[in-house]
């Protein structure tokens, strides 16, 4: 999947990776900056854009960065493109990549399957390096909701894959599903990055799957300026009772129920600076003009940001 030029490129990230510690964001935040905006592709796939095309209407609306799903840039490769001409493409749009959304089950019982997950996982943090991306999604992907999760074992095996992310300085965000049944509140998630004692460990929590997945907002002051760097930012209705509620159910910031200037005011006194990534899948929206979307995103989220800045 990687060509010649690719995996020169990765080299030399992957050497980035092994001399600095953590997570290293690829552009520089304003100062004082609390927050940047990203674009999540979600949002506008079901206009089905294509991922040059959903690059350029985030840099046209205004985004700090992307969110991108890895499944798109495969299909991207597979059409005979490289990954040094896709990573021209974003630096030129000076865009960020600040997350890729991966969905291998790494944290299954089944030693064939997880062993076939971790080889993955490794190929998309060689792809996600060559972009200069040090984040990617680590979300239950494979647990069945009759399966229980044993939080010490899975904690190892999270430890296993953040070690994986630092020989390409891409490291996992344990991510949790609002209604997966499996690991679906944000104390699960918290108890398996604090099992895996590991000073690279990190939460992606989202708005709607707080909701949810019942774990309240509340428990958000808990974490330090460190648990997180990404949050998929969204709103739910408060027209649908929440065991009904779908991904597709998810609106723009500010136009739903969820406590949104509170959850901000709560990130901003973590401290650090924390990503808004722009998460729906909202079928009215994909109707629409998918630059109009984006940037009614965007001017929602800047507005709230707004009046919690005063």
């Not at 089944?110 to 390096?129: F, Q, V």
């Not at 994909?286 to 995103?297: H, I, P, R």
Request: net charge neutral.
């Amino acid at each position: 999947m990687l060509n010649r030029r690719d995996l020169l490129k990765l080299s030399g990230a992957a050497l980035l990776g092994t001399s600095l510690p953590g997570i290293v964001s690829a552009a520089a935040s304003p100062a004082n900056s609390s927050f940047r905006f990203c674009l999540n592709t979600s949002t506008i796939s079901g206009q089905k854009p294509g991922l040059v095309q959903s690059i350029e209407i985030a840099a046209k609306a205004g985004y700090d960065g992307l969110e991108l799903w890895i499944n798109d840039i495969r299909e991207y490769l597979k059409q005979g493109n490289s990954l040094e001409a896709l990573r021209k493409l974003i630096k030129d749009k000076r865009l960020v990549v600040e997350d890729a959304i991966s969905f291998t089950e790494w944290m299954v019982d089944n030693d064939t399957r997880r062993k076939a997950a971790l080889a993955e996982l490794e190929e998309e943090m060689k792809i996600m390096a060559v972009l200069d991306c040090h984040r990617i999604a680590a979300p239950p992907a494979g647990i069945r909701k009759d399966e229980p999760v044993d939080f010490q074992k899975a904690g190892i095996r999270y430890r296993e894959i953040l070690a994986l992310g630092r020989r390409y300085n891409v490291m996992p965000l344990m991510e949790f599903w609002g209604a997966s049944g499996t690991v679906y509140n944000l104390s699960q998630a918290v108890a398996i990055a604090t099992a895996a004692n590991d000073r690279d460990a990190r939460i992606l929590p989202d708005v709607y799957h707080l909701f949810r997945g019942g774990s309240g907002f509340d428990g958000l002051r808990l974490l330090n300026g460190n648990a997180i760097e990404v949050i998929h930012f969204n709103d739910y209705p408060a027209s649908i009772p929440v065991n009904e509620q779908t991904d597709s159910d998810r609106v723009y910031p500010g136009d739903g129920a969820a406590p949104l200037k509170q959850i901000l005011r709560d990130l901003k006194a973590m401290g650090g600076t924390k990503v808004l990534s722009l998460e729906l899948f909202n079928k009215t929206y994909w109707a629409q003009d998918a630059l109009l979307v984006a940037k009614t995103g965007l001017e929602k989220m800047k507005k709230l940001v707004r009046e919690i800045n005063g």
